[in-house]
Structure formats: structure tokens, C-alpha cells
């Protein structure tokens, strides 16, 4: 069974950094693409940002580009989220998610959709 594993986050002050831990296990980490998305209170749950591990394609929300870095260790089956500059509308949950790569389709790996693999979050609070 596939387990998502995130840590990292916490409470930090506007303007503040968190890097953010996606372990994942039993899983082919090498063929996967893994999404980071956040959940705030009274919004919907929106993507932030997703890495390939096969050729290592990454994007972001436009929302936070620039503020983020998304990175990932396949040695370690682990995505690292690197957040600067926190805002307090920044505040969420943050989920990893995971999907097995699928070269013979399109697929937007910022939509919550493709996923089939899901964390159990980790609060971020940015504090003002």
C-alpha cells in the first residue's frame, strides 16, 4: 500500500520560511509525479506544486512562483517544498499527493484529479 508522509510544517511569522518533507513508501517513486496542494479554511483545495521524478519537470501556482522551490531526492523516495517569504493568506493544510506517470496522456499535475495517492496534510500557519 502506498503511504504519503508529510512534516514540516508549523507556525511561523509573515514573511517567514518552512520547508515542507513528502516521504513516500512502497512506491515506484522513480515514475511518479508528486504534487504538493493546500487546503485553507472556507477556500478549495488548490495545487502549489508538482515535480515529475522521471525528467524532473516542475511548475507552480502562479500565486506563490518565486516563493517556492520543489525538489525531490529519489534515493530517498522524498519531495522537499522550500516556502519563503510566507504570507498569512499562506495558511493551510498542505497535502502531498502522488500518481503513477502515464507517458501516453496529458496530464496537468497541478489539478487534484490526477491523483490517486493522498497524505494526511500538515498545518502551516503564517502568523501576521
Known amino acids: 500500500e502506498v503511504q504519503l508522509v508529510e512534516s514540516g510544517g508549523g507556525l511561523v511569522q509573515a514573511g517567514g520560511s518552512l520547508s515542507l518533507f513528502c516521504a513516500a513508501s512502497?512506491?515506484?517513486?522513480?515514475?511518479?509525479?508528486i504534487g504538493w496542494f493546500r487546503h485553507a479554511r472556507g477556500k478549495q483545495r488548490e495545487g502549489v506544486s508538482y515535480?515529475?521524478?522521471?525528467?524532473?519537470?516542475?511548475d507552480y501556482t502562479d500565486s506563490m512562483k518565486g516563493r517556492l522551490t520543489i525538489s525531490s531526492d529519489n534515493a530517498k523516495n522524498t519531495v522537499y517544498l522550500e516556502m519563503n517569504s510566507l504570507k498569512p493568506e499562506d495558511t493551510a493544510v498542505y497535502y502531498c499527493?502522488?500518481?503513477?506517470?502515464?507517458?501516453?496522456?496529458?496530464?496537468?499535475?497541478?489539478?487534484?484529479?490526477?491523483?490517486?495517492?493522498w497524505g494526511q496534510g500538515t498545518q502551516v500557519t503564517v502568523s501576521s
Open positions: 515535480i515529475n521524478n522521471s525528467d524532473g519537470e516542475k
Open positions: 512502497v512506491f515506484s517513486f522513480d515514475n511518479s509525479a
Open positions: 499527493a502522488a500518481q503513477i506517470l502515464n507517458p501516453y496522456i496529458y496530464s496537468d499535475y497541478l489539478n487534484q484529479h490526477e491523483y490517486t495517492y
